[in-house]
């Protein structure tokens, strides 16, 4: 069992960098760290080859005009934006960031009445914004379901600075993952997990998304049927400085007659993130060859 | 393999919709992975299938749970246990 492409992909971390960083963030201020993210954009940038292909062959996707270095650049700087606000968010500064959220009535809904439901989101904005503020600080009874050892050094300093963010994780990646899941969603809760990166080993579908077909896991849509529980889409997008535009809809409902089948839901799924990638393309977060069949 | 053994592998068969027999699964050879190639979801299903049937819940708190995933073998050991148990 060979671990694709985002696993091994070892975080270009520099350990030096991010400790300085985080200092001055949190005693300097957000302005100054602000001005620092762009030479470090430039950096990695500079200096990441496969990801910044991967950038490139993404964007010519997405963009009405063939990508250019400044595209990229706005595309790194974009993700460096976004995890250092999480640093600002874990260290409980979460009023600094304005938040358009809708449909959250949905989930509100959901929870206040003890119906269970499956949340599925991607790697693009801000998931763990979201996570921090509707988990730790509104404590809704919510679940994330991650693999463990995937970007392990940024997150322990995260965890330095906030202990709670491992409360409420189920890592992924063992047989007995999902035996837990069951008890946790028959109490009524909500799990949520990432839809959009596949496992050589666990059972995906080929989903036409910009342009050509990806593989999607199929676990969403297994969990939700599984379960007869809706499946909620959830997006967190970075829309500017210290803004961010939360919603969440309907994907499907597993609790109706007329079910539609695994693939119809997660080429909904696809369908939906395109939508998402297109009003705005530099929140994709999948530094990798995404649409490489073999992983 | 032995009646228990039988009865699981044909739970298993029917509840994931395997296109084996159950006669044909070795009882010693791993259920998740290699082996029947069962991932995670699918051992969650086995999980609510035999909650229904036998009555407990595997948990993966109990130290034993890789374990009894481990085979039909296992699994079925656990299953008689935890029904005496029960």
Redesign the interface.
Known sequence: ?TAPHWLRQRERSNTFWINTIVWIALHVGRPVARALLYPITAYFLAFSGTARAASRQYLARVLPHPPRTRDLFRHYHTFAQTILDRLFVYAGRASLFRLDVRGFELLEGFIATGQPCLLVGAHYGSVDLLRTLAVVDKGLSIRALMYPENASRIMSLFRRINPSLSDGIIA????????????FLEAGGCVALLGDRSMR???RIACEFLGSPAWFPE?PA??AR?FRVPLLLFACTHSGDAEYAVHFELLADFRTESLPTNAQVVQEYARRLEDLCRGSPYNWFNFYDFWDGST | MSPLELELARLIVATLGLEVDAESIDPKAP???EGLGL???D???L??AIKKSYGF?????DPD??RT?ASLRNLAETVEQRRIAA
């Open positions: 069992m992924l990646g063992r047989p007995d993952t999902f035996i837990d899941v069951a008890a080993d666990e059972k676990a297994r969990l599984l | 259920l998740y992975g991932d995670s979801i051992m969650l299903e999980s609510v819940q595997i948990r993966s708190e749970t890789v995933f």
